[in-house]
């Protein structure tokens, strides 16, 4: 049995043999994982100590590399970990050794990036928003139609049943005052019925179908017929 050392082929490994007449490697191990630039105690402008020396003082503080407070024998200088990039999570040091990035605490204001998302905030390390609900649609409304009104104005001094009391044949009858502060009039609004040889209008604030005219021009959708006219609120021609 013997060994020799060749190049077996693969880049991935190291110090490759020959065992038994197999060509191996050994993958070497990762190399250690960087969370930035960890403090340091090196020797001060007396020169008093050596780099080494001051290092074995330890790292953790200024006060525990720095003991004289002057820089004169060991100097100290802070870590600097890596910005993670991530608002959620920050890579700090514990006792002048960069630690690997922990999470901010839950609720800690962030931006996502999502313009559509509001109320970000980081949970277990990551940022997040909500979408908020759409704005209500405005409220929009509905046309008055049918009988006139006389009802309870902005004052409130008289109900709606007391201010109908008073009458809705018209604004002077329902509001006396002319302020709508006592009681508010709505005039009639009559639906249209959709056939031309009636009329749906208001007498006295009701609205009330009449038949228009006899004779009177009208269309009964009926191409064969001719003529046509109102008869009684009904629309015929003649064929």
């Known amino acids: 049995w013997y060994q020799r050392r060749v190049h077996g082929g693969?880049?991935?490994?190291?110090?490759?043999v020959c065992s038994s007449g197999v060509c191996a490697g050994t993958v070497p191990a990762p190399a250690p994982a960087s969370y930035g630039s960890d403090a340091t105690c090196t020797a001060g402008?007396?020169?008093t100590l050596t780099?080494?020396?001051?290092?074995?003082?330890?790292?953790?503080?200024?006060a525990t590399c720095d003991?004289?407070?002057?820089g004169t024998v060991c100097v100290y200088q802070e870590a600097s970990c890596t910005d993670t990039g991530n608002a959620c999570t920050e890579s700090v040091a514990a006792a002048g050794v960069c630690a690997a990035p922990t999470d901010v605490a839950d609720a800690t204001s962030c931006n996502d990036g999502d313009d559509a998302t509001d109320g970000d905030v980081c949970t277990s390390g990551v940022c997040a928003g909500t979408v908020p609900a759409p704005a209500p649609e405005p409220a929009v409304e509905e046309p008055h139609v049918g009988d006139a009104t006389c009802t309870a104005g902005t004052g409130a001094t008289l109900t709606d049943a007391e201010c109908t009391a008073r009458g809705i044949v018209d604004a002077a009858t329902c509001d006396v005052e002319t302020d709508g502060t006592v009681c508010a009039y709505v005039a009639a609004a009559c639906a249209d019925d959709g056939n031309a040889c009636t009329t749906n209008t208001a007498t006295d604030g009701v609205c009330a179908t009449a038949n228009v005219a006899d004779t009177t021009s009208c269309d009964d959708?009926?191409?064969?017929?001719?003529?046509?006219?109102c008869t009684s609120g009904t629309c015929a021609g003649t064929a």
């Open 221 to 229: 959708g009926d191409d064969t017929t001719e003529e046509d006219v």
């Open 10 to 16: 693969d880049a991935g490994t190291d110090v490759d």
């Open 51 to 62: 780099d080494q020396e001051c290092t074995d003082r330890g790292i953790d503080d200024a």
């Open 45 to 47: 402008s007396g020169a």
């Open 67 to 70: 003991a004289e407070t002057d």
